[in-house]
């Protein structure tokens, strides 16, 4: 089965710093790719998403990059705000299958 | 609003009693799921359900049990709690053609005590 691995575990920037988080999947049938975003106390939504056919996706502050040849994914995020702080999600899936998920990114900015 | 509901939010309960984690969505999503989620984070699969009258355990070996009559409705329950139960569980719901995405319940806190 599918395997996904997240880095780090945690993360502290300073506001207005932009923060990377990286996930590895170990199937290479897996063709979507969610990131969750869980504010303390609230429940896991989805921020953005990406499919296999696309290397880049991007929206205002965030964006989500994909190697398919290394199987890797990542999350970026431009000029953090403190609204930023949460626990952030990976995932992979080759739609035939349930969401495989990171082990979580705790992200602090730090004001 | 279409959603998915979880009752209750909190819930503090003693050793051996039976209880029930109430899950609904009025999205008329297939696919229905139980997570249980560590302080630490990390989100283990309990539970997962394709469609009316299929249920699956999950990855994570769990002592609770689910049904599913209906399609919007997919309870949790735990025929004894016990301390180690103490856990947020959520529950999530997706479509079936499209829907590789999940929308995720509030959640509720369990305390076993």
């Known amino acids: 089965g599918e395997n996904v691995e997240q880095h780090p575990s945690t993360l502290s920037v300073q506001e207005g710093d932009s923060a990377v988080i990286k996930c590895t999947y170990s199937d290479s049938a897996s063709n979507y790719f969610p990131w969750y975003k869980q504010e303390l106390g609230k429940r896991p939504q989805l921020i953005i998403d990406?499919?296999?056919?696309?290397g880049e996706k991007k929206d205002q502050r965030i964006a989500v990059t994909l190697n398919k040849t290394a199987k890797h994914f990542s999350l970026h995020i431009t000029e953090t705000q403190p609204e930023d702080s949460a626990v952030y999600f990976c995932?992979?899936?080759?739609?035939?299958?349930?969401?495989?998920f990171g082990t979580g990114t705790r992200l602090t900015v730090i004001p | 609003e279409a959603d998915i509901y979880q009752t209750p939010r909190y819930l503090v309960i003693g050793t051996g009693k039976k209880i029930t984690l109430e899950c609904s969505q009025t999205?008329?999503?297939?696919?229905m799921y139980w997570y249980q989620q560590d302080p630490g984070m990390e989100l283990h699969l309990i539970h997962y359900?394709?469609?009316?009258?299929?249920?699956e355990k999950g990855d994570l070996s769990s002592e609770s049990t689910v049904s599913r009559i209906r399609t919007e409705h997919f309870p949790l329950t735990l025929e004894s709690a016990r301390p180690s139960h103490t856990s947020q569980y959520l529950c999530?719901?997706?479509?079936?053609?499209?829907?590789?995405?999940?929308?995720f319940g509030s959640g509720t806190r369990l305390t076993v005590v």
């Open positions: 999530a719901s997706s479509e079936s053609m499209w829907g590789l995405s999940y929308t």
């Open positions: 990406i499919r296999s056919n696309v």
């Open positions: 995932a992979a899936t080759t739609g035939a299958n349930n969401l495989f």
């Open positions: 359900s394709y469609g009316v009258n299929s249920t």
């Open positions: 999205m008329g999503h297939d696919k």
